[in-house]
């Protein structure tokens, strides 16, 4: 066993090589949250603390492709931390890009709507961004519904966001809503024969992920729906997989509405900003 907590995480680095490409972030991440302090500070003054009781736990939960964020229950996302469950997915960094497209195209919202809540993100970094605009959001998992909630009190948002069980699957599903300056969607976008990393199969909601044979169930629903939820020049920002441009776009035209396509770190197409006026040239 490790005498000390830089000894520990040379040794669960190496562990976690085979089965985790951030191996040593992972151990660093899980070793704070063990220890109850954050990654800096750990780095800063315990590298001769003895190692905490529950580390090698949290390491043998890792090993078996259980993502970081569900072990600690928190990820970050656009600055904010979020509280994470198994009920909702793991906000990615590439869904930054949705916020900030968001943000450029209507710096002046005053109503959003969240299709699809999850952990609340999408929805909670915008509205912490724009402290004029009032939120809907909604979610048909109670377990992902109870996450966003959560977060909302965590952030101070509860008061502008209003979190509600809704389903788009449903009939009349946007009676009552009214009409957004901005929407905001990453609903579920995968094929449903894709293969996945054990950590996102295993781990992750399968209701949150899978969207029919060619992954774009939720779209044709979506889609259709926008003409009557946007207000004059409002937006929808809606996440995409990286080979859907073009169907989702043409669904979009289908309704008449305008794609404007935006990339994400990686250089793939990530999110589609719909409107029903002409994109602009910029």
């Known amino acids: 066993m490790s005498d000390t907590v830089t000894q520990a995480l040379r040794e669960a680095a190496n562990r976690l090589a085979a089965t985790s490409d951030t191996a040593r972030l992972d151990a660093e991440v899980l070793m ?27 390491i043998e939960r890792r090993l078996r492709h259980e993502p970081v964020a569900y072990i600690t229950g928190s990820q970050e996302f656009f600055g904010l931390e979020f509280a994470v469950s198994p009920d909702v997915l793991i906000p990615r960094g590439d869904s930054e890009v949705l916020v900030e497209a968001a943000l450029a195209a209507r710096p002046d919202a005053q109503r959003v709507l969240d299709l699809g809540l999850g952990s609340g ?71 449903d024969e894709a293969p996945l990393d054990p950590s996102v199969r295993d781990h992750e909601p399968a209701s949150a992920l899978f969207a029919g044979a060619e992954g774009l169930d939720d779209y044709r629903i979506i889609l259709p729906a926008l003409p009557t939820l946007l207000a004059p020049g409002g937006v929808a920002l809606i996440e995409i997989g990286h080979t859907q441009a073009q169907a989702v776009s043409a669904l979009a035209q289908a309704q008449g509405l305008t794609a404007r396509l935006h990339r994400d770190l990686g250089d793939r197409p990530r999110v589609l900003e719909i409107s029903s006026s002409p994109p602009s040239s910029h």
């Open 121 to 191: 993100a999408l929805l909670l970094a915008v509205l912490h961004n724009l402290p004029e605009a009032q939120g809907i959001g909604i979610e048909r998992s109670p377990g992902a519904l109870a996450v966003a909630r959560t977060n909302a009190q965590r952030l101070n948002l509860a008061p502008r966001a209003d979190l509600r069980p809704g389903d788009w699957t449903q009939p009349d599903w946007t009676a009552g809503l009214g009409r957004f300056d901005l929407i905001l969607a990453n609903p579920p976008y995968v094929e």
């Open 32 to 58: 704070a949250h063990a220890l109850g302090v954050t990654r800096s500070a750990m780095l800063l003054n315990h590298g001769r603390s003895a190692v905490p009781e529950g580390f090698a736990a949290l």
